[in-house]
């Protein structure tokens, strides 16, 4: 009985090894051994076909997970696709009647203007034209804050910015009309805060319609408070605006930043001006405000996250990344 | 004829309401749903036709008209939609709907429709 072995065993078991290394994963020895004799090499055979069997089992497993990985991806874009499918129906819906009321109008008053001038009454016919110009002024609106929707990148002027100057352009804009509504707007900046890569005009419309949806939350609210608050992160200034207001539904909050989605109800134009009579509340939203600063922040490569909770407040809560420094 | 027209936009609820009075209604104007609901209630039997606007807050046009119509089946009422979509409610029938933006003949035949139809 030999111990010993012969070349073309280790041979045997080289080529199979070679032949796994090559993807040929059913490559197996032999692990036969004929009666009367012994091979030493038997148990290194079937620790080798053990091994290829358990390589072979994995990349069976990797292909299927791979599978299904894919599967997984195509689903998601499907939804995704609905998803947007569904916002698109929405916004066309929105947009029709933004514009349809201001047209609704103007063919009306068409009609009365006509009338009156077949009455010679020049004094209603000049009433009348001026109703339409405004509807005209209006409808024109409506496309100009559906534009703003689709502003691309290079259109906005980016410089080194700094938050506290648009909190404090927001305060000069926002603090009278506040007070005569009787609601204490405050702020708590981080001192020393780093400047952002911006433009300071669009981040300034963003921080002054937050306010604005602010006010609306705090219209018949016993406290009416808005603080404006900047706080540093590692790499992300942070700015929130947090109302004692109404706050939003559950139900409601996954659909706020949808476009032409408001709960202040539609139909009246925007709500968003503070140069109104003092004390006054405003008429009602369009549903783009909150759309819109969600798209600026995102071209900044920023973050809005929208945190409320029914009858206790909201808090918006934006991060930008700081400018290198210089 | 007593007509009530209901729209949250004061511009267009004063034209409608202005070319009803012109053919000889006498009209009275609600700015929203449970404005309407409220002059309905107060005295239900003198009204003949309801125009209302749908996409209102509160109390939308639907809602009105389902209220009303069930305390008077028999009262004409035209709803008026800005985006083309109609509810599907029995209740309703036979309302008539109107499309904006409509010019006044549309108006007027919606306004005849639904006379002719309750």
Redo the contacts between chains.
């Keep these: 009985m030999s111990e010993a072995f012969r070349p073309t065993d280790l041979h045997e078991l080289l080529t199979v090894m070679r032949e796994l290394t090559e993807g040929e994963l059913d490559a197996r020895v032999s692990t036969h051994t004929p009666t009367g004799s012994s091979d030493p090499l038997h148990p290194m055979r079937v620790m080798l076909n053990a091994l290829a069997q358990q390589l072979q089992d994995a990349v069976l497993r990797c292909a299927q997970h791979e599978a299904t990985v894919r599967k997984l991806e195509q689903a998601q874009r499907q939804l995704l696709c609905t998803a947007k499918l569904a916002s698109l129906g929405e916004l066309a819906?929105?947009v029709?009647?933004e514009l349809?009321?201001p047209?609704?109008?103007?063919?009306?008053?068409v009609?009365?203007v006509r009338d009156a001038l077949e009455r010679a009454d020049h004094a209603t016919a000049t009433e009348y034209l001026q109703?339409i110009e405004d509807?005209v002024t209006r409808g024109a609106g409506v496309v100009d804050r559906l534009l703003a929707l689709s502003r691309h990148d290079g259109e906005s002027t980016r410089t080194q910015t700094s938050l506290d100057k648009v909190i404090t352009g927001t305060v000069s804009i926002w603090g009278a009309p506040l007070a005569a509504l009787g609601i204490d707007l405050s702020t708590d900046l981080a001192i020393g805060l780093g400047d952002v890569v911006g433009d300071s005009q669009e981040l300034l419309q963003v921080i002054t319609n937050l306010v604005a949806n602010a006010r609306d939350a705090l219209e018949g609210q016993p406290t009416r408070r808005i603080c404006l608050r900047t706080t540093a992160e590692l790499s992300h200034a942070c700015i929130e605006v947090i109302d004692t207001g109404s706050g939003i539904a559950p139900d409601d909050l996954p659909r706020v930043f949808d476009p032409f989605f408001t709960t202040?109800?539609?139909?009246?134009g925007p709500g968003k001006d503070p140069g109104k009579g003092p004390g006054e509340w405003p008429g009602?939203g369009t549903g783009l405000g909150l759309s819109v600063s969600h798209g600026i922040v995102r071209r900044h490569g920023g973050t809005i996250e929208v945190f409320s909770e029914l009858n206790h407040g909201t808090r918006v809560r934006i991060t930008l990344p700081f400018a290198e420094a210089p | 004829m007593r007509v009530m027209v209901v729209d949250d936009e004061p511009v267009l609820a004063t034209l409608l309401a202005r070319f009803a009075r012109g053919g000889g209604f006498e009209v009275t104007v609600a700015h929203n749903g449970l404005e309407a609901w409220e002059l309905f209630r107060g005295e239900p039997e003198v009204w003949d036709l309801i125009i209302t606007d749908i996409r209102m807050p509160g109390l939308d046009g639907v809602s009105l008209a389902e209220r009303v119509r069930a305390d008077r089946d028999d009262l004409p009422v035209v709803l008026i939609s800005g985006h083309g979509q109609w509810p599907d409610v029995e209740a309703l029938s036979p309302a008539v709907f109107l499309a904006k933006p409509f010019r006044r003949a549309q108006l007027l035949e919606a306004m005849e429709a639904s006379t002719a139809a309750a």
């Design positions: 819906a929105g029709a009647h349809n009321q047209l609704q109008i103007v063919g009306l008053s009609d009365e109703t509807q202040k109800g539609p139909g009246k009602r």
